[in-house]
């Protein structure tokens, strides 16, 4: 099996369901909760992208999608890099107010593209290297 061609394929079904998702809504409806301390649909497809734009600059050793232009303030947040959702508190989801769907569909694109080129001629050797020894297991 192609292993780069098992992740494009993988990785290539993302934007198209990131665009279903997202399709039609406003920005209130992106915005929305179903219950108190719940996560709205945009926050979701924000972190989902935040976290891979982070890892994924993080293996080619380059800035992320998320500070080299305007989609932290197309999202109403700071291009802080660190900034992926992780711990974040019902105050700091309420915070990722995307302008509307468009955003958060572009801004994927961009990072799944940056993805497809890091993930081609991928071979099976480099995905047992170690990109981060401080987990235990690694």
Known sequence: MDV???LGDLYDRLPEMIGEAVDGLTAE?????????????????W?????QD??????????????????AARCGLKPDPDNTGYGHKPKQVA??????PEVLVEYYKAVAARTRNLITGLTP??????????????
């Open 54 to 71: 982070h890892h994924v600059a993080e293996l080619l050793g380059e800035d992320q999608v998320w500070v080299s232009g305007d989609w």
């Open 29 to 45: 409806q992106l915005h929305w909760a179903p219950a108190p301390g719940a996560n709205s649909i945009g926050w979701l497809v």
């Open 95 to 100: 915070a990722v107010r995307p302008e509307g």
């Open 125 to 138: 050797a480099e995905l047992d290297r170690v990109v981060d020894e401080r987990w235990d297991p690694r």
């Open 4 to 6: 780069d061609e098992l």
């Open 47 to 51: 972190h989902l992208t935040r976290v």
